[in-house]
């Protein structure tokens, strides 16, 4: 079996941003993986990207996402690859991701996670102004 370590962060492509301020929403509905028991698991994905010099090639992200299928994760680690991933290739001025795992035994679960927040070394002033 495939393990986290195992994906290809290779396939993931850029393009010239064209402008520096604007939000692109990216939705992937269909997200497969094999959870930690090794049993298919699935969600959908959300990203809120904000490009710098780069943005993302789309096709080149569904291939990448699409790697995911046959490898064994936890929930936490995937999310915190694909952004890792995306951060690394893309270094956006802001991303933001949302994950919403399919309910498993009555039980579903999101996940977020956000470059703005001060532990992933942004300023939380996003994070702020949303909590007013």
Known sequence: MKKFNDHDASLLRGLPSPFEAYEQEISIPEFTFLGVKEQPDFGEIKLWFYADQTTIELKSLKDYIYGWRDIVVSYERVLNCIYDDLIAEYNPSRLR??????????????????????VRGGTDRAWQDHSK
Do not use: K, N
């Open 97 to 118: 991701i949302e994950i919403t795992f399919r309910p498993r035994g009555g039980i579903s679960s999101t996940l977020r996670i956000d470059s703005d927040w001060e």
